[in-house]
């Protein structure tokens, strides 16, 4: 067991374990309790333990701690209530010293007080060093997607427009001015209306991408000028309306596609005024919708079939990068009665981390699932890891949608170390063919990274996977394409 106490010498350390107490906590026992005052400063002996905070819900594991970490120190410095509480994640053996002890050690042995404080200022700083680290890149992520993303002026070719356009947005606009008045004096019954809505909708959309596709040079000022001319007839859909509030990006602290998700998930269509219902039932059709609701199929079929494989008597581990509400993960705990299957999530978003797992402990799978609250973005910059156990099985449906290339090339790389010999990797990734891209982008400013699967052959070929074999296939709407790679036996 390593020390942590950088400057301590070898005999120090060693004293400071011969006046400890060794205690043993058994699984999910609380080992000091959030808001409480310390009586100790403890080291793990053995085993590992998970840092909660009360903010973040329960469940939800902010850190680990492994053999050698020290906690309780900062109680002991301010003579403050702790912070956080931390749990044992599995049997665990700690070292416990007493204050009292410790402070008779401090004060009758030469020099070991200077050394103790300066081993608990370094780690201190290395803590400010990360959190700075943190705040730094997610400020440079943040003030980029806003300066790139919410600009609707200014765009060269705003004089430009083609005229061909501009008549079929007018034409669309009357129609459902039309439609309106119809359902107004009830000359129209709903299914015509919705029809005849629908139809329009999937027309202009149409329409718009077949002239940005002409126009790609002004594609900026066509779809700021469509945007302008339909905004108001788009929003009456409460989908559309929420869509487009969602959280901007990754560094808002949140995916927009699970938020979508969410919407789709929790709300039946509605709408303002005479036409919002019909929009808003329009939207739930596009494809983009429906491969979304329908998206957890692979990941489910994949573990069901490397679970089937696993011989172990452990339970198979997964980990699921950029989580969210962990949905396909509750669906396959439900719908199995005995899952030979640990799933430990990660995401940057506490509120799914929360509600999920609060799901799992109503229905009594907590068990088989770990929740960590950490952050990916920082982990693909390359200036943070993430320590788990070698996994069977790693996958996200999410992340490589905000990722730039180098970025993802850093996720594969960490995804490669943590893998088992043998183990899996499962990506999606929106298609650069997605149908819906244009209005994804252009109407609810959603700013993904699309990617054909070349691209994606050509990232994987840049990551530590190189050459290995990849399967890629796309979901039956050509919304999102999926990859399937397995690490080598030999490495």
Not at 154 to 165: F, H, K, R, S, W
Not at 218 to 241: C, K, N, P
Not at 376 to 402: A, E, F, T
């Amino acid at each position: 067991m390593d020390s942590k106490l950088k400057f301590l010498t070898d005999d120090d350390y060693q004293l400071l374990l011969e006046k400890a107490q060794i205690t043993t906590y058994q699984k999910n026992t609380n080992i000091l309790e959030e808001g409480h005052l310390s009586t100790a400063i403890y080291i793990l002996r053995k085993g590992s333990a998970r840092v909660e905070h009360s903010s973040l819900g329960k469940g939800v594991a902010i850190s680990f701690l492994f053999p050698g970490d020290i906690f309780g120190e900062m109680s002991f410095i301010e003579d403050t209530p702790t912070s956080a509480t931390i749990i044992a994640e599995e049997e665990v053996e700690v070292f416990v010293l007493e204050n009292t002890t410790l402070y008779s050690l401090l004060v009758s042995i030469p020099g070991l007080s200077a050394r103790f404080y300066q081993s608990l200022a370094n780690n201190l700083s290395h803590r400010l060093r990360e959190t700075s680290l943190l705040v730094s890149s997610l400020l440079n992520k943040f003030n980029f997607e806003i300066e790139s993303q919410t600009k609707r002026t200014g765009y060269p070719g705003q004089n430009n427009i083609p005229a061909e356009l501009i008549s079929e947005i007018e034409l669309f606009k009357d129609n459902l001015v039309e439609i309106e008045q119809s359902l107004r004096a009830k000359k129209i019954n709903l299914e015509e209306a919705q029809h005849s809505i629908s139809h329009g909708c999937n027309l202009i959309f149409s329409s718009l991408r077949e002239y940005i596709i002409q126009n790609q040079e002004i594609e900026q000022a066509i779809g700021t000028y469509f945007f302008r001319e339909t905004f108001s007839i788009f929003m009456l859909s409460s989908l559309i309306d929420s869509g487009f509030r969602k959280p901007q990006s990754y560094a808002g602290n949140s995916y927009i596609d699970f938020y979508l998700i969410e919407l789709l998930s929790q709300n039946e269509p509605e709408g303002d005024g005479h036409l919002g219902i019909y929009i808003d039932r329009w939207i739930r059709s596009i494809p983009s919708c429906l491969a979304l609701k329908n998206r957890g199929a692979i990941i489910s079929a994949t573990i069901k079939k490397l679970a089937f494989n696993w011989t172990s008597e452990a339970l198979m581990p997964i980990t699921n990068l950029a989580s969210g509400s962990a949905s396909e993960i509750l669906d396959i705990y439900l719908n199995n009665e005995s899952p030979n299957v640990h799933v430990t999530c990660i995401d940057m978003n506490h509120r799914y981390l929360s509600s999920a797992a609060n799901l799992a402990r109503k229905l009594g799978f907590i068990d088989f699932l770990t929740f960590i609250q950490d952050n990916i973005l920082l982990l693909s910059q390359g200036y943070h890891q993430i320590d788990i156990p070698p996994q069977q099985m790693i996958y996200s449906v999410s992340i490589s949608n905000y990722l730039q290339d180098s970025e993802l090339v850093n996720i594969l790389n960490w995804i490669y170390q943590h893998l088992l010999p043998g183990g899996t990797v499962v990506l999606g990734n929106f298609h650069a063919a997605n149908p819906d891209r244009v209005l994804l982008e252009h109407l609810l400013e959603w700013h993904l990274v699309y990617r054909t699967a070349k691209e994606l052959e050509n990232l994987f070929a840049q990551s530590k996977f190189n050459s290995l074999p990849l399967e890629i296939h796309s979901d039956d709407y050509g919304v999102e394409l999926f990859i399937v790679c397995t690490k080598g036996w030999d490495t």
